[in-house]
C-alpha cells in the first residue's frame, strides 16, 4: 500500500562532493513536497565500492544543510524505513533477486566484458550505469548451454527480461512520453557476474519499500523510466510519479560533475558564496522568481511549477564555470 501524502527524495551518489547540478536537484524535489505537505527523504546510493566513500556520504548532509534543505528521514536522520544507505540493504536486494529468478524473470547473460562494454559506449545514464541489454542472444540459450558454460567456469551476469512492449505516462516536467520497445534489448543487469545488485533493481526497491510517490531527477534517466516502471509491476510495487527535469551543463555541453571543481558546493562555500545566493540563482532558473537574488529555500513554497520549467527548459541549462 502507497503511504498517504507525497513522498520525495533525493538520493545522490558519494563519490564526490555535491556540485551545482546536485543542488539544482535536490532544490526542485524538496519544493516539490514542501508544496504538498509532504516528506522528503535523503537516501545515499552507495553501491559501487570501489568509488563511493565515506567522507562525501558525511559531506553531502552538511551540504544540503548549508543550502537549508532538511530530509524528514534518511541519513543521519532515520526514520520507519532505515536504512538510508544501499550498502546496508543489500539484504531486500536479495530477497527481491530470489524471487525475481524464482519466477523466472531474469537469466544470465554469458557476454563478454568487452562486448558489453562496446554495446555500453556512449550509452546515457551514468553514473547509474548505461541502460544497455544483452548484445548477444543469451535470453535464448538452451538450459543445456547454460549449464555447460556454468561448469567451463563462466560467471553470468543476471538480467531482468523486460516484459512490456510500449508505455505511456504523464512526465510531471516533460508532459506526456510514449516508449516502444523496437527491436533492441532493453534488459538491464540486475545482478553483476561479482555478485554486487545493479542500480536498476537497488533503487526500484528502496522507492517501494520506502513508499515514494514522486521521483524528481535529471533527464539523463528519462529512458529508464519505462523499465523501471515494468520492474516495479512485476515485483508488485506502486508505481511512483515521475518528473525530469533538464540537466545543468557545462560550456561544452557536458553534464556537471566532480571535474567542474569550482561548482562544487564546497568551493562555492570556501570562496565566500552565500547560500541564499545559491538558492537565488536556482530558484530564477527554475522561474520561481523573476531575478536571481538571495533567498531561502522557505520562502519559494509554493512557487514551483514543474511543467513551467519543461517547457522554459527544452534542453539543458548552460552554468559558466566562475
Not at 553531502?60 to 543550502?67: A, Q
Not at 570556501?270 to 530558484?283: H, T, Y
Request: charged fraction near 30%; include cysteine.
Amino acid at each position: 500500500m502507497m503511504a498517504k501524502g507525497i513522498r520525495g527524495r533525493f538520493a545522490p551518489s558519494p563519490t564526490g562532493f555535491l556540485h551545482l547540478g546536485h543542488a539544482w536537484v535536490a532544490l526542485l524535489s524538496w519544493l516539490q513536497v514542501r508544496g504538498s505537505g509532504g516528506s522528503w527523504v535523503l537516501r545515499v546510493e552507495d553501491l559501487d565500492p570501489d568509488r563511493s566513500r565515506d567522507v562525501y556520504a558525511e559531506a553531502l548532509r552538511e551540504d544540503l544543510t548549508w543550502l537549508g534543505l532538511d530530509p524528514d528521514e534518511g541519513f543521519g536522520v532515520g526514520g520507519l524505513h532505515a536504512p538510508y544507505r544501499q550498502s546496508e540493504r543489500v539484504d531486500r536486494y536479495e530477497a527481491a533477486f530470489r524471487a525475481l529468478r524464482e519466477r523466472g524473470e531474469v537469466y544470465p547473460c554469458f557476454c563478454t566484458r568487452s562486448r558489453v562494454r562496446e554495446a555500453e559506449r556512449g550509452a546515457a545514464l551514468a553514473p547509474h550505469g548505461p541502460l544497455t541489454g544483452c548484445p548477444g542472444r543469451c535470453a535464448e540459450r538452451p538450459e543445456r548451454e547454460r549449464r555447460r558454460l556454468v561448469a567451463e567456469g563462466e560467471r553470468p551476469h543476471w538480467r531482468y527480461r523486460v516484459r512490456r512492449i510500449r508505455d505511456e505516462w504523464e512526465d510531471g516536467c516533460r508532459g506526456h512520453q510514449r516508449w516502444e520497445r523496437g527491436e533492441g534489448n532493453w534488459d538491464p543487469i540486475l545482478r553483476r557476474r561479482d555478485g554486487t545488485f545493479g542500480y536498476m533493481l537497488a533503487v526500484v526497491v528502496d522507492d517501494g519499500e520506502m513508499q515514494i510517490t514522486d521521483v524528481l531527477r535529471g533527464d539523463d534517466l528519462l529512458t529508464a523510466t519505462p523499465i523501471q516502471r515494468d520492474l516495479f509491476e512485476t515485483l508488485g510495487l506502486p508505481v511512483p510519479r515521475y518528473a525530469h527535469v533538464p540537466l545543468l551543463v557545462d560550456s561544452a555541453g557536458r553534464r556537471l560533475s566532480k571535474r567542474h571543481g569550482a561548482l562544487a558546493l564546497r568551493e562555492l562555500r570556501r570562496s565566500g558564496v552565500k547560500p541564499e545566493a545559491v538558492i537565488g540563482r536556482l530558484a530564477a532558473w527554475a522561474g520561481c522568481v523573476e531575478r536571481p537574488e538571495p533567498c531561502r529555500p522557505g520562502e519559494l513554497i509554493g512557487l514551483l511549477n514543474l511543467a513551467k520549467v519543461g517547457r522554459r527548459w527544452p534542453g539543458r541549462i548552460v552554468v559558466q564555470e566562475r
